[in-house]
T-cell receptor, first 117, second 113 residues
Framework: GAVVSQHPSRVICKSGTSVKIECRSLDFQATTMFWYRQFPKQSLMLMATSNEGSKATYEQGVEKDKFLINHASLTLSTLTVTSAHPEDSSFYIC?????????????FGPGTRLTVL | GENVEQHPSTLSVQEGDSAVIKCTYSDSASNYFPWYKQELGKRPQLIIDIRSNVGEKKDQRIAVTLNKTAKHFSLHITETQPEDSAVYFCAATSRSGTYKYIFGTGTRLKVLA
């Protein structure tokens, strides 16, 4: 149980285009979903916290107009990187926590490797 | 601000030896401490976790200890195997949000056969 999927797993795009990444909880309802960015050989950096039906909470230094997050249902959150540039190239990982559970455990998706040319 | 320090950044051990990774957190309100293992290009996998009301937890070859007073927690892997080679991250919950994690900087563990 507690499986999280992401799509696509890999995307290459041209500078200036927008890219949408989907994060789904497959066998549970997620109270909250999180979006992280991970540069090579570095740790996971939280970008934003997303609750179903409400606006995402962004971490300091993360531009909300550039990284649009939508959490329309308890099983789906999307991250759209708008007007992507080469410096946005990174590994983007989502995670989800269980609705109603007493645990704080986050379950991670497999990640999306974004390369902006 | 809130942060989690993790040491060492790299660790090489001989197969069969033990490995210890240490983390220190700053937020005294943190109450949940998970450890994740991440292989290259893959998702982080939860390997063990501990809550603030417990001092130690063990699962086969893996154990975690927590010292709330000192704000330290450690991962112990015994009888290491080559497949334990990966990057390990500790995390602590943040008072800023019930389920928000602050991650450590990671430890690259290499188990030499």
């Amino acid at each position: 149980g507690a499986v999280v999927s992401q799509h696509p797993s890999r995307v290459i795009c041209k500078s200036g285009t927008s890219v949408k990444i989907e994060c789904r909880s497959l066998d549970f309802q997620a109270t909250t979903m999180f979006w992280y960015r991970q540069f090579p050989k570095q740790s996971l950096m939280l970008m934003a916290t997303s609750n179903e039906g409400s606006k995402a909470t962004y971490e300091q230094g993360v531009e909300k107009d550039k990284f649009l997050i939508n959490h329309a249902s308890l099983t789906l959150s999307t991250l759209t990187v708008t007007s992507a540039h080469p410096e946005d190239s990174s590994f983007y990982i989502c995670s989800a926590s269980l609705k109603g559970a007493s645990t704080d455990t986050q379950y991670f998706g497999p990640g999306t490797r974004l390369t902006v040319l | 601000g809130e942060n989690v320090e993790q040491h060492p950044s790299t660790l090489s051990v001989q197969e069969g030896d033990s490995a210890v990774i240490k983390c220190t957190y700053s937020d005294s309100a943190s109450n949940y401490f998970p450890w994740y293992k991440q292989e290259l290009g893959k998702r982080p996998q939860l390997i063990i976790d501990i809550r603030s009301n417990v001092g130690e937890k063990k699962d086969q070859r893996i154990a975690v200890t927590l010292n709330k007073t000192a704000k330290h927690f450690s991962l112990h892997i015994t009888e290491t195997q080559p497949e334990d080679s990966a990057v390990y991250f500790c995390a602590a919950t943040s008072r800023s949000g019930t389920y928000k994690y602050i991650f450590g900087t990671g430890t690259r563990l290499k188990v030499l056969a």
